[in-house]
């Protein structure tokens, strides 16, 4: 199994910046995939960013991309979210997520499905 434990969310005024982490734990060493997907009230989750952890390649939704960056320290086995120009539309709990399948970068990265590891999410307010 693999434990995923978010921190850093927190409140931050509309063009700041805010970095999230998730912490993995427990059979670390298969995560071929980590992802953070947010859902805000009212609405459905949404996938954010992947990334792949062998490659490094990454994937952004549209209305992230050129603002939020997804990365990885491995030594560490965490995953960051950087954050910037952050808008009130970014307001959301923010989860991470993780695939032991070796085969997730070829699955739909924004389905839910793919990954079948999960954070409880840590809150971002942008006010």
């Known amino acids: 199994h693999v434990q995923l434990v978010e921190s850093g969310g927190g409140s931050v005024q509309p063009g700041g910046s805010l970095r999230v982490s998730c912490a993995a734990s427990g059979y670390t060493y298969n995560r071929n995939c980590m992802a953070w997907f947010r859902q805000a009230p009212g609405k459905e989750r949404e996938g954010v960013a992947r990334?792949?952890?062998?490659?490094?390649?990454?994937y952004y939704a549209d209305s992230v991309k050129g603002r939020f960056t997804i990365s990885q320290d491995n030594a560490k086995n965490t995953v960051y979210l950087d954050m910037s120009r952050l808008i009130p539309e970014d307001t959301a709990m923010y989860y991470c997520?993780?695939?032991?399948?070796?085969?997730?970068?070829?699955?739909?990265?924004?389905?839910?499905?793919?990954?079948?590891?999960w954070g409880q999410g840590t809150q971002v307010t942008v006010s």
């Open positions: 990334i792949a952890t062998g490659s490094g390649n990454t």
């Open positions: 997520a993780a695939s032991t399948n070796s085969l997730c970068i070829d699955q739909p990265w924004r389905a839910e499905q793919t990954y079948n590891y």
